[in-house]
């Protein structure tokens, strides 16, 4: 594996959807209808494939075996009840054994672990690291483990459920009460489904009602912290769901992957990241932690007490990125953005999509996908820290399917078995010899793979300084701050000049850079510099004087990356 300085571009993909070949899927249909991806479909043809678009490290979403309408029972594993299963496939956040590989993506189902192993294996002969998910917070209501080590105690088998909490259990629930949620309960199977007493919902619903929009298919794990009496911490001696969950986070570790995206970390206690992730890394040193943290007043706590490496920048440049490509707001917020994350903005994951966003390129988002190509360059190139891309948006996957479970929401489902449109016209049956995909699809591919490939190819990106040359270009003669954004990278005697252009027309700009960056990043001033488009691979001339601007002219929905050897 390559040194410690990459810039780690993460390719997340919904794993059981990226091999899927069927072209005529039906609405909620099972998995005999509709089909469903496995991992052996990420040969070493596609995890090169995935490599050359500039990725370093795939996220393979869904791993961890989760609650399903499909029938695995002669395989021992226990059904669910289909009223408390998201989609006909299942939500890959309602965990049903922390200690498997979900069925659905094997072709040997009983061999289901070893086919995990041998695609690790696989991923890292391509020179790609592996993350999966981990998801703390909560597990599906019939959770039941099969496969864990002898000797653990299966999740609540210990637990008083008289009490709605003890520090000792690893669920909450409410005494004497049954599950009454406010829907139906009975759905396709013939009875209802019995809880008693209830345990309470994931998203910290303490009451036996949960509703249709609760995350219902799930119960909240107790990590010790009272929340119906003053969130009392109860942390000593350290909770038995502690000790549960490190064990278990220890055996994927041990099975050589390369980082954890966990999933809603913030509602769980900072304190058990502290404990557990200083443990983790004493016996796997490079080991990821990506944090699912969407409350900016807790990212430091969850940084540096917790130990995580990186958190998700949704509140922050995401959502300022898609009011700007969407026209609803200025690229000026693009600096108050990295400026309100007070000096921790190369430990945020940067993204335009993942599976919780709506796509680009659907109705509900920017409707064209080179729209965001402007947002694309400054969340790929801005900062050394990592940008994730969602598998499909570099061929501007619309996600405007009508899949089952999942309505016709601008997002790819998580919970249907189904097939990707853009993903199967790139993989062309195994081929990835780009026959079946449209010049459009094609066009915005090369950008994409430009822009993320540049990202370790220049070091004034992956290790360089930043520059924001807004503050100098505010009421600017030839530049609207609220649709054009610049600023500088450079490392060494290499010099980027970025400029991008949120707007649909060309644009020819004046951009004023100020003495202040001249000194702060020791630039020589030169009235003609030769500079190269790394995106077009165009040359032109440029000048570099603080008293004088710069001319560079930018297409709409569009930017340049000026590479200058000073």
């Given at each position: ?39 052996a479909d990420f040969t070493i043809k596609a995890l090169n494939e995935i490599k050359k678009l500039g990725a370093t490290h795939i996220w393979y979403t869904g791993i961890i075996e989760h609650a399903t309408q499909t029938d695995y029972r002669r395989y021992n594993i226990r059904p669910d009840h289909p009223a408390f299963v998201k989609g006909k496939a299942g939500s890959p956040y309602a965990i049903k054994d922390y200690y498997d590989v979900d069925p ?67 669920f909450y629930y409410i005494p004497n009460s049954e599950l009454h949620a406010q829907f139906d309960m009975k759905g396709a199977a013939a009875e209802a489904y019995k809880e008693y007493p209830a345990k309470a919902t994931g998203n910290n619903r303490f009451d036996a009602y949960p509703n249709i929009n609760d995350w219902y298919e799930t119960v909240k794990l107790n990590y010790g912290i009272d929340y119906q009496n003053g969130n009392t911490p109860h ?332």
């Amino acid at each position: 594996m390559k040194d410690n300085h990459n810039k780690p571009i993460i390719y997340q993909v919904f794993t059981r959807l990226f091999g899927n070949n069927n072209n005529h899927c039906i609405y909620n249909g099972n998995i005999t209808e509709n089909g469903c991806g496995k991992m052996a479909d990420f040969t070493i043809k596609a995890l090169n494939e995935i490599k050359k678009l500039g990725a370093t490290h795939i996220w393979y979403t869904g791993i961890i075996e989760h609650a399903t309408q499909t029938d695995y029972r002669r395989y021992n594993i226990r059904p669910d009840h289909p009223a408390f299963v998201k989609g006909k496939a299942g939500s890959p956040y309602a965990i049903k054994d922390y200690y498997d590989v979900d069925p659905d993506l094997a072709k040997d189902i009983p061999g289901r672990m070893k086919e995990f192993e041998n695609l690790v294996l696989r991923t890292h002969r391509c020179d790609l690291k592996v993350i999966i998910d981990f998801v703390p917070n909560h597990v599906a209501r019939q959770y039941h483990s099969d496969s864990q080590p002898d000797g653990t105690a299966q999740l609540g088998a210990n637990d008083d459920p008289a009490y709605a909490f003890s520090p000792y259990n690893n669920f909450y629930y409410i005494p004497n009460s049954e599950l009454h949620a406010q829907f139906d309960m009975k759905g396709a199977a013939a009875e209802a489904y019995k809880e008693y007493p209830a345990k309470a919902t994931g998203n910290n619903r303490f009451d036996a009602y949960p509703n249709i929009n609760d995350w219902y298919e799930t119960v909240k794990l107790n990590y010790g912290i009272d929340y119906q009496n003053g969130n009392t911490p109860h942390f000593n001696p350290i909770p038995d769901t502690w000790t549960k969950m490190l064990d278990i986070l220890l055996f994927w570790a041990g099975k050589n992957i390369d980082g954890f995206r966990c999933d809603m970390a913030e509602m769980v206690p900072v304190e058990f990241w502290e404990w557990a992730i200083p443990q983790v890394k004493a016996q796997y040193p490079s080991i990821l932690f990506i944090a699912e943290v969407y409350n900016p007043a807790e990212y430091k706590n969850y940084l540096f007490r917790g130990k995580f490496d990186y958190l998700y920048d949704k509140v922050g440049l995401y959502d300022t990125l898609r009011s700007i490509i969407c026209n609803n707001g200025s690229a000026t917020a693009i600096t108050h953005a990295w400026q309100n994350l007070g000096g921790i903005e190369k430990r945020m994951l940067n993204f335009l999509e993942n599976h919780d966003e709506q796509r680009i390129a659907s109705d509900f988002f920017a409707g064209n996908p080179f729209k965001a190509i402007p947002g694309l360059i400054v969340s790929a190139c801005m900062n050394t820290n990592p940008m994730m891309i969602y598998f499909g948006q570099e061929f501007g996957e619309p996600g405007m399917d009508n899949e089952g479970f999942s309505g016709r929401d601008g997002r790819t489902t998580i919970f249907d078995y189904w097939s990707i449109d853009t993903i199967r016209r790139w993989r062309n049956g195994g081929k990835f010899d780009g026959n079946m995909l449209t010049d459009e699809q094609k066009a915005l591919y090369s950008i994409y793979q430009r822009v993320l490939t540049l990202c370790n190819e220049e070091k004034a990106i992956s290790q360089g300084d930043f520059f924001d040359l807004m503050y100098a270009n505010i009421n600017g003669w030839r530049f609207n701050e609220h649709r054009q954004y610049a600023f500088l990278r450079k490392y060494e005697n290499e010099l980027l000049i970025i400029v991008v252009n949120f707007d649909h027309m060309s644009m020819d700009l004046a951009i004023n850079i100020p003495t202040h960056a001249f000194n702060f990043l020791q630039i020589p001033q030169n009235p003609q510099y030769r500079a190269k488009d790394l995106i077009s691979g165009e040359e032109e001339d440029i000048s570099l004087l603080p008293y004088k601007a710069t001319d560079i002219s930018v297409k709409g929905y569009s930017g340049k990356i000026l590479k200058i050897i000073l």
